[in-house]
């Protein structure tokens, strides 16, 4: 529980700052070749990311920028490895579709 609070107060403190994220996300959100990434991508992904439930972005932090496995992530937050890999496809896909969304606009 200490941990996952330390890392809601981390979030906290670096919500624009959260550039690592181009790194962790360019895997899933470049499957396709003209999908590239630019800087206007990583930027609208950062502020998407920051839009997120606490809890949400902690098993994005957890997943992604400290490249936890899911074991661990779930014994972090006292949850279950199915309920970590469901959550985690749950917010991605609330990912993709912001992501749709503001590219329409």
């Keep these: ?8 107060d981390q979030l906290r403190k ?9 790194e962790s996300f360019a895997k899933e959100f470049s499957a396709e070749p003209e999908n590239e990434i630019t800087d206007e991508k990583v930027e609208k992904l950062v502020d998407v990311v920051a839009e997120l439930p606490p809890r949400d972005r902690i098993i ?8 936890l496995s899911s074991q ?10 199915g309920a970590v890999y469901t959550q985690k496809s749950r917010i991605l896909a609330k990912l993709r579709e912001s992501l749709e969304k503001s590219r329409s606009v």
Excluded: G, Y
Excluded at 1 to 8: D, L, V, Y
Excluded at 61 to 67: E, G, M, Y
Excluded at 72 to 81: C, E, G, T
């Design 1 to 8: 529980m200490i941990a996952a609070r330390r890392t809601i």
């Design 60 to 67: 994005i932090d957890l997943c992604f920028r400290q490249n």
């Design 72 to 81: 661990d992530v779930a014994s972090i937050l006292h949850l279950s490895v």
């Design 14 to 22: 670096l919500k624009k700052r959260a550039s690592p994220l181009e």
